[in-house]
Structure formats: structure tokens, C-alpha cells
């Protein structure tokens, strides 16, 4: 069984870093910068193609475009090529335009992220009584509400519910390695562990087929759409994603069957823990603005360091507490304290870079919504480090107590616990919506 695992997880890791050595490391988010024919615009002649220009690399097989003539028939755009650059994409117009036209265009940056726009101009050549003078037409519906299939709340929800099974599922592997051995094999541990594992490997397989949607603009077969998302970073990120999560459930299952296996199993854990993080590091804000190479470790540290926080503290709170006497909860909160500290301290440094590369300019905090997200969450981060700290009290005096009395102090722990994963939540909820806004 050990040589079977070792060569399978050689060949997932040797597969993995092919991918990522294959994966751009440059900026992720992308920005609309012009177009010919520009917004407003009044033209004698129709114009036969439509030229784009972003301020990064546009993926061919992720952007498409419609029309809608004077006279209200919606006509999609064929495949778009690239202009002198990579950042200025064509598409061919069909003939007969006239009157107040509106093109739309969308594209999936390499982050993921579906962002889109429109344009709309006159063509007066063959228009007749007054249309010549009308103003470019305008439609009731947003561009958001065209930019995907998916609505953007139900994003979020799969994303909150990705970021919540990870960081339970890894507090809960590391309280039962380093603090409350046998949690895994609760009741409680095994519910949580089957939640956290099928929440894993589901979600990113549903983000991917969402991703396939977004990147089949012009109508190809689902096999040519598969190949064009496999073909993008994120896309294939988030395969690889649901596959490392796949194998992370086996091992997990491993784990709860048989406690005969932990040590062995410990490697192979790590490994696709750790690449999980990174593939999820991938597809956000990890590789956009400054120094892009940095994104990606610094974001795999600060998740981890998350996981050990919060996730152990729902483990605590959720399984090992239940489970044991006050006597035994006190101890174990005794033991889980020291790491708590030192992951505080990791996610306060990794937290504090990332602001500085996503927003050079720290006046972008507090006139961005991504700024002011982030303003809200580190916040509320602040909240639980001062729970935490009167956790800490709480402990000092039941130790410094000639009668201790583990009954009160295990009450109070588990309010003000249960208080700090209540934030904690409020947290991951932020995460997963800062993930689809672009940095000021």
C-alpha cells in the first residue's frame, strides 16, 4: 500500500508541476482600454470589424461577442483573432448594419474572473427621417447580468463553501495530529471529515463546468469548450483541483478507518494539502498586481495559517469538547493556545504583504469596494484576536487559581470560542466575495 501511494503521489506531484511551470505568473486581473469603434460613436459607414485593446494578454479561447443591430436582432460574433498584440483582439462585424448599434464583448482573465462590456455607436449611411440623429441605443439589462450564466451570488456561496470545508477540514486533521488524538475518529469527526472531503473534490469540478460556460461565448461543442477552459490557467487549476481533492478524500478515508496508517499517511497528506492550496492560490488575486512569483507561497502560508486558527477552533469547539470532560477541554485549549499565537502572527505578516501588493496605493482602501472589503475583514480579524486574547485571561487565571474550577472556565472558553468562529465565518464569507472584485 505505501509503494502504491508513493508512486501515485509522485506521478500527481510530477503532473502538477508541469502545470504550474506551464502556468503565467503575470498579472491576473484584466482591464478594458479601448475600442475602435468607440462608445457614442457616429459613423457614415458601417464598420466591418471591431477592434479591442486591454491592458493585458487576452486568451483568444476565452473571449466573444454579439451585436445588436438598429433593428433589434442579436447577432453573435464569430471567433476573434489578436490585433498587433496579444492585448488587442478583432472581431469581424456582419454586413448591414445601421441605425443605434450595441456590441458586447466578454472574456475570462486569466484568473478566472468573467468581466465583460458593451459599446454602442450610430451608423447613419442608409438611415432615413430622424434615425440619423438618434442617440446610441441602450438597453435595460446590465452587463453583470450577461456576463455569465451563473449568477454572481451563487459564485460566491460555491466559493464560501470551498474556503469553510477547507479551513474545518484542515483544523480539524491538525487538532487530531498535534492536540486531541482520535478527533478524526469521532462521531462528530467523521461527519465533519465526509463533509469537508466531498465539499473538496465537488466544488471545484462544479467552479470548472462554470468556467467551461464562461469560456464557450461562441457557441462551440462541449468538447471544443473543454479544451478551450483546459487550455487556460485557471481552467486547468481548477481541474487539477478537483482531482487533488479527490485524492485528499482517499487519504482522509484512510486516516478515519485505521489509525495503523497515520505516520505513513502523513506525507502524502501534506503533499496534496499543499497542492491544493497552491491550485486554489492560482485562481484569485494571488498572481494579480505587484510581484505576481510572491502571490502564490504567501497565499498558501496564509491559508494554512487560517486553517490552523480557525479551523482548529471549530474543531475544538465542535469535536474535541464535546467529547471529552471540562478537566480534558481545558488541557487540550492549553495545548492549542502556543500554535493559535504563532498562526496569528503568520496570518497578520502574509495579510499585511498581500494588502501592500494588491494596493500599492493605500488610499485605493478606502475608495475601492475590494479596499473597503478588506478594511471590514481585518477587522473583523481584529475582533477575534481580542477574543482570543481574553481567552488567553481566562486560561492564566485558572491556572494562577489555588481551586480551579474547569466546569466555569470550560464554559466560558466555549462562549467566547463559539463567538470568535461566528467572525471567523463572517471572514470566509468576505474571502469569497473579495475574490470577484478586482483590486483598487
Same mark, same amino acid.
Given at each position: 500500500?505505501?509503494?502504491?501511494?508513493?508512486?501515485?503521489?509522485?506521478?500527481?506531484?510530477?503532473?502538477?508541476?508541469?502545470?504550474?511551470?506551464?502556468?503565467?505568473?503575470?498579472? *491576473?486581473?484584466?482591464?478594458?482600454?479601448?475600442?475602435?469603434?468607440?462608445?457614442?460613436?457616429?459613423?457614415? #459607414?458601417?464598420?466591418?470589424?471591431?477592434?479591442?485593446?486591454? *491592458?493585458?494578454?487576452?486568451?483568444?479561447?476565452?473571449?466573444?461577442?454579439?451585436?445588436?443591430?438598429?433593428?433589434?436582432?442579436?447577432?453573435?460574433?464569430?471567433?476573434?483573432?489578436?490585433?498587433?498584440?496579444?492585448?488587442?483582439?478583432?472581431?469581424?462585424?456582419?454586413?448591414?448594419?445601421?441605425?443605434?448599434?450595441? !456590441?458586447?464583448?466578454?472574456?475570462?482573465?486569466?484568473?478566472?474572473?468573467?468581466?465583460?462590456?458593451?459599446?454602442?455607436?450610430?451608423?447613419?449611411?442608409?438611415?432615413?427621417?430622424?434615425?440619423?440623429?438618434?442617440?446610441?441605443?441602450?438597453? !435595460?439589462?446590465?452587463?453583470?447580468?450577461?456576463?455569465?450564466?451563473?449568477?454572481?451570488?451563487?459564485?460566491?456561496?460555491?466559493?464560501?463553501?470551498?474556503?469553510?470545508?477547507?479551513?474545518?477540514?484542515?483544523?480539524?486533521?491538525?487538532?487530531?495530529?498535534?492536540? !486531541?488524538?482520535?478527533?478524526?475518529?469521532? #462521531?462528530?469527526?467523521?461527519?465533519?471529515?465526509?463533509?469537508?472531503?466531498?465539499?473538496?473534490?465537488?466544488?471545484?469540478?462544479?467552479?470548472?463546468?462554470?468556467?467551461?460556460?464562461?469560456?464557450?461565448?461562441?457557441?462551440?461543442?462541449?468538447?471544443?469548450?473543454?479544451?478551450? =477552459?483546459?487550455?487556460?490557467?485557471?481552467?486547468?487549476?481548477?481541474?487539477?483541483?478537483?482531482?487533488?481533492?479527490?485524492?485528499?478524500?482517499?487519504?482522509?478515508?484512510?486516516? #478515519?478507518?485505521?489509525?495503523?496508517?497515520?505516520?505513513?499517511?502523513?506525507?502524502?497528506?501534506?503533499?496534496?494539502?499543499?497542492?491544493?492550496?497552491?491550485?486554489?492560490?492560482?485562481?484569485?488575486?494571488?498572481?494579480?498586481?505587484?510581484?505576481?512569483?510572491?502571490?502564490?507561497?504567501?497565499?498558501?502560508?496564509?491559508?494554512? =495559517?487560517?486553517?490552523?486558527?480557525?479551523?482548529?477552533?471549530?474543531?475544538?469547539?465542535?469535536?474535541?469538547?464535546?467529547? #471529552?470532560?471540562?478537566?480534558?477541554?481545558?488541557?487540550?485549549?492549553?495545548?492549542?493556545?502556543?500554535?493559535?499565537?504563532?498562526?496569528?502572527?503568520?496570518?497578520?505578516?502574509?495579510?499585511?504583504?498581500?494588502?501592500?501588493?494588491?494596493?500599492?496605493?493605500?488610499?485605493?482602501?478606502?475608495?475601492?469596494?475590494?479596499?473597503?472589503?478588506?478594511?471590514?475583514?481585518?477587522?473583523?480579524?481584529?475582533?477575534?484576536?481580542?477574543?482570543?486574547?481574553?481567552?488567553?485571561?481566562?486560561?492564566?487565571?485558572?491556572?494562577?487559581?489555588?481551586?480551579?474550577?474547569?466546569?466555569?472556565?470550560? !464554559?466560558?472558553?466555549?462562549?467566547?470560542?463559539?463567538?470568535?468562529?461566528?467572525?471567523?465565518?463572517?471572514? /470566509?464569507?468576505?474571502? *469569497? /466575495?473579495?475574490?470577484?472584485?478586482?483590486?483598487?
Amino acid at each position: 500500500m505505501r509503494r502504491i501511494l508513493v508512486r501515485f503521489f509522485f506521478s500527481l506531484i510530477t503532473a502538477a508541476a508541469f502545470v504550474l511551470a506551464n502556468g503565467s505568473p503575470a498579472s *491576473a486581473h484584466n482591464t478594458f482600454v479601448d475600442s475602435l469603434p468607440r462608445d457614442g460613436e457616429a459613423l457614415v #459607414v458601417a464598420p466591418t470589424t471591431w477592434t479591442l485593446t486591454f *491592458a493585458k494578454s487576452v486568451p483568444l479561447e476565452s473571449a466573444s461577442g454579439s451585436v445588436i443591430n438598429g433593428d433589434g436582432v442579436r447577432t453573435p460574433l464569430g471567433s476573434p483573432r489578436h490585433g498587433t498584440t496579444d492585448t488587442v483582439i478583432v472581431f469581424d462585424f456582419p454586413a448591414g448594419l445601421t441605425g443605434g448599434t450595441t !456590441a458586447r464583448w466578454q472574456l475570462v482573465s486569466t484568473d478566472g474572473h468573467v468581466i465583460s462590456g458593451r459599446v454602442s455607436f450610430v451608423i447613419t449611411s442608409g438611415v432615413g427621417g430622424d434615425q440619423g440623429n438618434s442617440s446610441p441605443v441602450t438597453t !435595460a439589462d446590465s452587463d453583470a447580468g450577461e456576463a455569465a450564466s451563473v449568477p454572481d451570488p451563487v459564485r460566491a456561496g460555491i466559493r464560501f463553501g470551498n474556503y469553510a470545508a477547507l479551513v474545518l477540514l484542515g483544523g480539524l486533521l491538525f487538532v487530531d495530529l498535534d492536540i !486531541a488524538s482520535g478527533a478524526l475518529r469521532t #462521531v462528530r469527526g467523521r461527519r465533519l471529515s465526509t463533509w469537508g472531503v466531498a465539499v473538496l473534490a465537488v466544488a471545484p469540478l462544479i467552479q470548472f463546468f462554470v468556467f467551461v460556460d464562461d469560456t464557450n461565448g461562441n457557441g462551440e461543442t462541449f468538447v471544443t469548450a473543454l479544451g478551450d =477552459a483546459l487550455s487556460l490557467t485557471a481552467g486547468a487549476m481548477l481541474f487539477m483541483r478537483a482531482v487533488v481533492g479527490g485524492v485528499l478524500a482517499y487519504v482522509v478515508y484512510l486516516l #478515519v478507518r485505521s489509525s495503523s496508517f497515520v505516520r505513513s499517511l502523513i506525507p502524502p497528506l501534506a503533499a496534496t494539502a499543499v497542492m491544493y492550496l497552491v491550485t486554489l492560490a492560482y485562481v484569485g488575486h494571488s498572481r494579480s498586481q505587484s510581484f505576481p512569483l510572491f502571490g502564490i507561497p504567501l497565499d498558501v502560508v496564509h491559508t494554512a =495559517a487560517v486553517m490552523v486558527w480557525l479551523g482548529g477552533l471549530a474543531s475544538m469547539i465542535f469535536v474535541v469538547v464535546p467529547s #471529552v470532560d471540562a478537566t480534558q477541554a481545558i488541557g487540550a485549549f492549553k495545548r492549542f493556545g502556543p500554535t493559535a499565537q504563532r498562526a496569528v502572527v503568520v496570518i497578520a505578516l502574509t495579510g499585511v504583504i498581500q494588502t501592500f501588493r494588491l494596493h500599492g496605493n493605500p488610499g485605493s482602501l478606502v475608495t475601492s469596494t475590494h479596499g473597503l472589503l478588506l478594511l471590514a475583514k481585518v477587522m473583523l480579524v481584529g475582533l477575534m484576536i481580542r477574543l482570543a486574547a481574553r481567552n488567553r485571561r481566562v486560561l492564566q487565571r485558572h491556572a494562577a487559581a489555588a481551586i480551579p474550577n474547569d466546569d466555569r472556565a470550560k !464554559a466560558i472558553l466555549l462562549r467566547t470560542t463559539t463567538t470568535e468562529v461566528l467572525f471567523g465565518g463572517a471572514v /470566509i464569507a468576505l474571502t *469569497a /466575495i473579495l475574490v470577484a472584485v478586482t483590486p483598487g
